[in-house]
Protein backbone atom coordinates (compact mmCIF):
# COMPACT_ATOMS: atom_id res chain seq x y z
CA UNK A 1 0.00 0.00 0.00
CA UNK A 2 1.49 3.26 -1.09
CA UNK A 3 -0.55 5.73 1.29
CA UNK A 4 -0.32 5.72 4.61
CA UNK A 5 -2.67 7.49 7.47
CA UNK A 6 -1.01 10.72 8.35
CA UNK A 7 -3.34 11.52 11.34
CA UNK A 8 -3.52 8.59 14.13
CA UNK A 9 -4.22 11.23 16.66
CA UNK A 10 -7.55 12.77 14.88
CA UNK A 11 -9.12 9.02 14.38
CA UNK A 12 -8.71 8.09 18.07
CA UNK A 13 -10.65 10.91 18.67
CA UNK A 14 -13.20 10.19 16.13
CA UNK A 15 -13.68 7.09 17.41
CA UNK A 16 -14.02 8.24 21.46
CA UNK A 17 -16.54 11.01 20.13
CA UNK A 18 -18.49 8.39 18.38
CA UNK A 19 -18.65 6.31 21.17
CA UNK A 20 -19.98 8.68 23.81
CA UNK A 21 -22.51 9.67 21.08
CA UNK A 22 -23.45 6.35 21.20
CA UNK A 23 -23.64 6.36 25.07
CA UNK A 24 -25.85 9.43 24.57
CA UNK A 25 -28.22 7.77 22.63
CA UNK A 26 -28.57 4.78 24.64
CA UNK A 27 -29.69 6.67 27.49
CA UNK A 28 -33.00 7.32 25.26
CA UNK A 29 -32.85 4.60 22.83
CA UNK A 30 -33.14 1.11 22.98
CA UNK A 31 -31.03 -1.18 20.47
CA UNK A 32 -30.90 0.17 17.35
CA UNK A 33 -26.94 0.18 17.53
CA UNK A 34 -26.61 -0.98 13.68
CA UNK A 35 -29.22 1.33 12.70
CA UNK A 36 -27.14 4.12 14.94
CA UNK A 37 -23.74 2.91 13.31
CA UNK A 38 -25.07 3.76 10.08
CA UNK A 39 -26.10 7.00 11.15
CA UNK A 40 -23.04 7.93 12.45
CA UNK A 41 -21.46 6.57 9.58
CA UNK A 42 -23.42 8.62 6.92
CA UNK A 43 -22.69 11.89 9.31
CA UNK A 44 -19.06 11.13 9.14
CA UNK A 45 -19.30 10.47 5.36
CA UNK A 46 -21.03 14.02 5.05
CA UNK A 47 -24.13 11.97 3.67
CA UNK A 48 -27.73 11.86 3.88
CA UNK A 49 -30.03 8.85 5.33
CA UNK A 50 -33.06 7.99 4.35
CA UNK A 51 -35.13 6.00 7.10
CA UNK A 52 -37.56 2.98 6.84
CA UNK A 53 -39.46 1.56 8.86
CA UNK A 54 -43.15 0.60 10.34
CA UNK A 55 -44.18 3.05 13.10
CA UNK A 56 -43.44 3.29 16.71
CA UNK A 57 -39.69 2.46 16.37
CA UNK A 58 -38.48 5.65 17.73
CA UNK A 59 -36.94 7.04 14.30
CA UNK A 60 -37.80 10.29 15.37
CA UNK A 61 -36.55 9.99 19.09
CA UNK A 62 -33.08 8.40 17.78
CA UNK A 63 -32.39 11.54 15.02
CA UNK A 64 -33.37 13.64 17.48
CA UNK A 65 -31.06 12.27 20.63
CA UNK A 66 -28.49 12.19 17.73
CA UNK A 67 -28.59 16.16 16.94
CA UNK A 68 -28.43 16.57 20.86
CA UNK A 69 -25.47 14.69 21.54
CA UNK A 70 -23.31 16.61 18.96
CA UNK A 71 -24.91 19.82 19.69
CA UNK A 72 -26.49 20.06 16.76
CA UNK A 73 -29.89 22.74 15.88
CA UNK A 74 -32.26 20.67 14.78
CA UNK A 75 -35.60 20.62 12.97
CA UNK A 76 -38.69 18.31 12.11
CA UNK A 77 -40.91 18.74 9.43
CA UNK A 78 -43.86 16.20 9.23
CA UNK A 79 -44.64 15.93 5.54
CA UNK A 80 -48.11 16.09 4.45
CA UNK A 81 -49.85 16.18 1.30
CA UNK A 82 -50.70 20.27 1.40
CA UNK A 83 -47.04 20.94 2.22
CA UNK A 84 -45.70 23.46 -0.37
CA UNK A 85 -42.00 24.24 -1.23
CA UNK A 86 -41.76 27.61 0.81
CA UNK A 87 -42.99 25.62 3.85
CA UNK A 88 -39.65 24.17 3.81
CA UNK A 89 -37.35 27.21 2.35
CA UNK A 90 -38.57 29.86 3.62
CA UNK A 91 -40.21 32.82 1.60
CA UNK A 92 -39.86 36.90 1.00
CA UNK A 93 -42.96 38.53 2.44
CA UNK A 94 -43.81 42.11 2.93
CA UNK A 95 -42.38 44.08 6.50
CA UNK A 96 -42.80 47.44 7.30
CA UNK A 97 -39.55 49.10 8.20
CA UNK A 98 -39.31 51.23 11.15
CA UNK A 99 -39.11 54.22 9.04
CA UNK A 100 -42.10 53.52 7.76
CA UNK A 101 -41.29 51.70 4.34
CA UNK A 102 -42.11 48.49 3.10
CA UNK A 103 -39.69 45.80 1.79
CA UNK A 104 -39.14 42.23 1.26
CA UNK A 105 -37.84 39.95 4.09
CA UNK A 106 -36.35 37.00 3.40
CA UNK A 107 -38.36 34.51 6.61
CA UNK A 108 -36.08 31.17 6.72
CA UNK A 109 -37.87 27.63 6.70
CA UNK A 110 -37.27 24.83 8.76
CA UNK A 111 -34.49 23.92 6.31
CA UNK A 112 -32.25 26.05 8.07
CA UNK A 113 -30.77 24.09 10.66
CA UNK A 114 -27.94 21.34 11.26
CA UNK A 115 -30.19 18.38 11.60
CA UNK A 116 -33.04 18.14 9.79
CA UNK A 117 -36.00 14.90 10.59
CA UNK A 118 -37.88 14.89 6.90
CA UNK A 119 -40.49 12.77 8.70
CA UNK A 120 -42.74 10.54 6.28
CA UNK A 121 -41.10 12.50 3.12
CA UNK A 122 -43.32 10.07 0.77
CA UNK A 123 -46.52 11.40 1.96
CA UNK A 124 -45.62 14.66 0.33
CA UNK A 125 -46.06 15.70 -3.71
CA UNK A 126 -42.55 15.37 -5.92
CA UNK A 127 -42.47 19.04 -5.96
CA UNK A 128 -41.98 19.32 -2.67
CA UNK A 129 -39.90 16.42 -2.58
CA UNK A 130 -37.64 18.24 -4.80
CA UNK A 131 -37.34 21.34 -3.12
CA UNK A 132 -34.61 19.25 -0.49
CA UNK A 133 -32.62 18.50 -3.98
CA UNK A 134 -30.62 21.78 -3.54
CA UNK A 135 -30.19 22.16 -0.08
CA UNK A 136 -29.14 18.27 -0.05
CA UNK A 137 -26.36 18.36 -2.76
CA UNK A 138 -25.24 21.81 -2.62
CA UNK A 139 -26.07 22.75 1.10
CA UNK A 140 -27.36 25.87 -0.19
CA UNK A 141 -31.37 27.48 -0.45
CA UNK A 142 -32.01 29.48 -3.68
CA UNK A 143 -35.51 31.60 -3.26
CA UNK A 144 -36.46 34.45 -5.15
CA UNK A 145 -33.23 34.34 -6.99
CA UNK A 146 -30.68 34.49 -3.81
CA UNK A 147 -29.27 31.63 -2.65
CA UNK A 148 -28.95 31.34 1.22
CA UNK A 149 -25.93 28.90 2.59
CA UNK A 150 -26.85 26.38 4.88
CA UNK A 151 -24.94 26.23 8.40
CA UNK A 152 -22.26 23.25 8.40
CA UNK A 153 -22.61 20.57 9.11
CA UNK A 154 -25.46 20.02 7.74
CA UNK A 155 -27.78 16.49 7.29
CA UNK A 156 -31.08 15.11 6.00
CA UNK A 157 -32.88 11.80 7.82
CA UNK A 158 -35.44 11.09 5.78
CA UNK A 159 -38.39 8.85 7.52
CA UNK A 160 -40.53 6.85 5.43
CA UNK A 161 -43.66 4.14 6.13
CA UNK A 162 -43.22 1.26 4.22
CA UNK A 163 -46.62 -0.32 4.88
CA UNK A 164 -48.90 2.31 4.21
CA UNK A 165 -48.71 3.00 0.49
CA UNK A 166 -52.01 4.95 -0.17
CA UNK A 167 -51.71 8.76 -0.79
CA UNK A 168 -48.00 8.62 -0.77
CA UNK A 169 -45.87 9.59 -3.42
CA UNK A 170 -42.54 7.20 -3.67
CA UNK A 171 -39.30 9.46 -4.24
CA UNK A 172 -38.09 9.85 -7.57
CA UNK A 173 -34.86 8.00 -8.69
CA UNK A 174 -32.64 11.29 -8.33
CA UNK A 175 -34.11 11.68 -5.03
CA UNK A 176 -33.10 8.44 -3.76
CA UNK A 177 -29.84 8.62 -5.26
CA UNK A 178 -29.22 12.08 -2.76
CA UNK A 179 -29.29 9.69 0.56
CA UNK A 180 -26.28 7.85 0.97
CA UNK A 181 -27.74 4.77 3.03
CA UNK A 182 -31.03 3.46 2.93
CA UNK A 183 -31.44 2.15 6.41
CA UNK A 184 -34.26 -0.39 7.42
CA UNK A 185 -35.24 -0.29 11.03
CA UNK A 186 -36.38 -3.62 12.80
CA UNK A 187 -38.30 -4.25 15.55
CA UNK A 188 -36.28 -4.87 18.59
CA UNK A 189 -35.87 -7.95 19.98
CA UNK A 190 -38.10 -9.38 23.17
CA UNK A 191 -35.46 -8.69 26.20
CA UNK A 192 -35.09 -4.39 24.01
CA UNK A 193 -38.77 -4.49 24.06
CA UNK A 194 -39.25 -5.26 27.29
CA UNK A 195 -37.02 -2.72 28.44
CA UNK A 196 -38.71 -0.18 26.58
CA UNK A 197 -41.74 -1.54 28.60
CA UNK A 198 -40.17 -0.23 31.38
CA UNK A 199 -38.50 2.69 30.77
CA UNK A 200 -41.34 4.10 29.68
CA UNK A 201 -44.09 3.39 31.73
CA UNK A 202 -42.19 4.08 34.80
CA UNK A 203 -40.29 6.47 36.22
CA UNK A 204 -37.53 6.39 34.28
CA UNK A 205 -36.16 9.62 32.89
CA UNK A 206 -32.99 10.46 31.20
CA UNK A 207 -31.53 13.46 29.21
CA UNK A 208 -29.09 13.61 26.22
CA UNK A 209 -26.23 15.53 26.99
CA UNK A 210 -24.31 17.14 24.36
CA UNK A 211 -20.58 15.19 24.05
CA UNK A 212 -19.37 16.79 20.72
CA UNK A 213 -19.72 20.32 18.51
CA UNK A 214 -20.29 20.82 15.27
CA UNK A 215 -16.80 22.11 14.65
CA UNK A 216 -15.45 18.58 15.84
CA UNK A 217 -18.05 16.62 13.39
CA UNK A 218 -16.42 18.92 10.62
CA UNK A 219 -12.69 17.96 11.72
CA UNK A 220 -13.90 14.26 11.77
CA UNK A 221 -15.35 14.37 8.14
CA UNK A 222 -11.66 15.95 7.31
CA UNK A 223 -10.15 13.29 8.74
CA UNK A 224 -12.06 10.20 6.85
CA UNK A 225 -11.56 11.37 3.73
CA UNK A 226 -7.68 11.03 4.18
CA UNK A 227 -8.41 7.32 5.24
CA UNK A 228 -6.25 5.53 2.02
CA UNK A 229 -8.25 3.52 -0.17
CA UNK A 230 -6.04 0.64 -1.56
CA UNK A 231 -6.38 -0.17 -5.25
CA UNK A 232 -7.59 -3.70 -4.72
CA UNK A 233 -10.55 -2.28 -3.00
CA UNK A 234 -10.97 0.49 -5.44
CA UNK A 235 -11.23 -2.64 -8.29
CA UNK A 236 -13.83 -4.02 -5.72
CA UNK A 237 -16.24 -1.57 -5.47
CA UNK A 238 -16.14 -0.83 -9.38
CA UNK A 239 -16.69 -4.57 -10.03
CA UNK A 240 -19.19 -4.64 -7.51
CA UNK A 241 -21.26 -1.25 -8.80
CA UNK A 242 -20.55 -2.31 -12.48
CA UNK A 243 -21.55 -5.46 -12.50
CA UNK A 244 -25.17 -4.83 -11.14
CA UNK A 245 -25.80 -2.85 -14.75
CA UNK A 246 -27.70 -4.38 -16.77
CA UNK A 247 -25.99 -1.96 -20.02
CA UNK A 248 -23.04 -2.53 -19.41
CA UNK A 249 -20.53 -5.75 -21.07
CA UNK A 250 -19.43 -6.58 -17.64
CA UNK A 251 -22.60 -7.07 -15.76
CA UNK A 252 -23.24 -10.74 -14.19
CA UNK A 253 -25.42 -12.69 -16.90
CA UNK A 254 -28.36 -13.18 -14.12
CA UNK A 255 -28.59 -9.13 -14.02
CA UNK A 256 -30.47 -8.41 -16.98
CA UNK A 257 -33.26 -10.81 -15.99
CA UNK A 258 -33.50 -8.86 -12.17
CA UNK A 259 -32.35 -5.52 -12.95
CA UNK A 260 -33.92 -2.92 -14.74
CA UNK A 261 -31.40 -0.08 -13.90
CA UNK A 262 -28.42 0.05 -11.64
CA UNK A 263 -26.77 2.28 -9.29
CA UNK A 264 -24.75 5.24 -11.00
CA UNK A 265 -21.17 6.82 -10.20
CA UNK A 266 -22.29 7.86 -6.92
CA UNK A 267 -23.07 4.38 -5.29
CA UNK A 268 -18.86 4.18 -5.98
CA UNK A 269 -18.39 7.68 -4.70
CA UNK A 270 -20.34 6.85 -1.51
CA UNK A 271 -19.76 3.27 -1.10
CA UNK A 272 -15.97 4.09 -0.67
CA UNK A 273 -16.51 7.52 1.76
CA UNK A 274 -19.00 5.32 4.30
CA UNK A 275 -16.25 2.38 4.02
CA UNK A 276 -13.78 4.84 5.11
CA UNK A 277 -15.47 6.29 7.99
CA UNK A 278 -16.80 2.26 8.97
CA UNK A 279 -12.49 2.02 9.11
CA UNK A 280 -12.26 4.38 11.24
CA UNK A 281 -14.65 3.84 13.88
CA UNK A 282 -13.56 0.03 13.96
CA UNK A 283 -9.94 0.94 14.62
CA UNK A 284 -8.57 0.56 11.41
CA UNK A 285 -6.35 3.52 9.01
CA UNK A 286 -7.55 1.99 5.73
CA UNK A 287 -10.40 0.72 4.10
CA UNK A 288 -10.85 -3.17 3.59
CA UNK A 289 -13.07 -5.78 1.35
CA UNK A 290 -15.07 -6.13 4.33
CA UNK A 291 -15.77 -2.35 4.92
CA UNK A 292 -17.23 -2.71 1.45
CA UNK A 293 -19.22 -5.85 1.92
CA UNK A 294 -20.69 -4.87 4.79
CA UNK A 295 -21.92 -1.42 3.41
CA UNK A 296 -22.95 -2.34 0.14
CA UNK A 297 -26.68 -3.48 1.04
CA UNK A 298 -27.43 0.21 2.75
CA UNK A 299 -25.66 1.90 -0.20
CA UNK A 300 -27.29 -0.31 -2.93
CA UNK A 301 -30.76 -0.75 -1.64
CA UNK A 302 -32.18 2.17 -3.37
CA UNK A 303 -30.44 2.20 -6.24
CA UNK A 304 -30.77 -0.70 -7.94
CA UNK A 305 -34.70 -0.80 -9.76
CA UNK A 306 -35.32 -4.63 -9.85
CA UNK A 307 -37.58 -5.92 -12.81
CA UNK A 308 -40.83 -6.67 -13.27
CA UNK A 309 -40.00 -10.31 -13.32
CA UNK A 310 -38.30 -10.12 -10.16
CA UNK A 311 -40.74 -8.59 -8.49
CA UNK A 312 -43.19 -11.27 -9.41
CA UNK A 313 -41.14 -13.83 -8.61
CA UNK A 314 -40.57 -12.12 -4.90
CA UNK A 315 -36.64 -11.38 -5.28
CA UNK A 316 -35.66 -8.23 -3.32
CA UNK A 317 -33.17 -5.81 -4.26
CA UNK A 318 -31.72 -7.09 -0.80
CA UNK A 319 -31.69 -10.47 -2.54
CA UNK A 320 -29.96 -9.53 -5.35
CA UNK A 321 -26.88 -7.65 -3.80
CA UNK A 322 -26.36 -10.86 -1.69
CA UNK A 323 -26.04 -12.51 -4.92
CA UNK A 324 -24.15 -9.83 -6.10
CA UNK A 325 -21.56 -9.98 -3.73
CA UNK A 326 -21.59 -13.71 -3.79
CA UNK A 327 -21.02 -13.94 -7.17
CA UNK A 328 -18.14 -10.86 -7.42
CA UNK A 329 -14.72 -12.32 -6.77
CA UNK A 330 -12.77 -10.44 -3.72
CA UNK A 331 -9.67 -9.39 -5.51
CA UNK A 332 -6.59 -9.56 -3.63
CA UNK A 333 -3.91 -6.99 -2.43
CA UNK A 334 -0.92 -6.61 -5.29
CA UNK A 335 2.31 -6.98 -3.02
CA UNK A 336 5.00 -4.84 -3.15
Request: net charge negative; with cysteine.
Given at each position: ???????????????????KIRDQVGRV?????????????????????????????????????????????????????????????????????????????????????????????????????????????????????????????????????????????????????????????????RDQEAMIID??????????????????????????????????????????????????????????????????????????????????????????????????????????????????????????????????????????
Open positions: MSETFSDPERAEQLVEACQVVGQDTVVEQILIAILARGHCLLEGVPGLAKTLMVRSLADAMHLAFHRIQFTPDLMPADITGTDIIQESDAGHRELVFDKGPIFTQMLLADEINRTPPKTQAALLEAMQEHEVTVGGTTYKLQEPFFVLATQNPIEQEGTYPLPEAQRDRFLFLVNVEYPTRTTGKFDSKVEPVVTGDEIIAFQQTVRMVPLPEHVRNFVLDIVRSVRPREESCLPWVRQLVDWGPGPRACQQLVLASKARALLHGRHHVTLDDIEALALPVLRHRIVPTFNAEAEGISVADIVKRLLADVPRPKAQLL
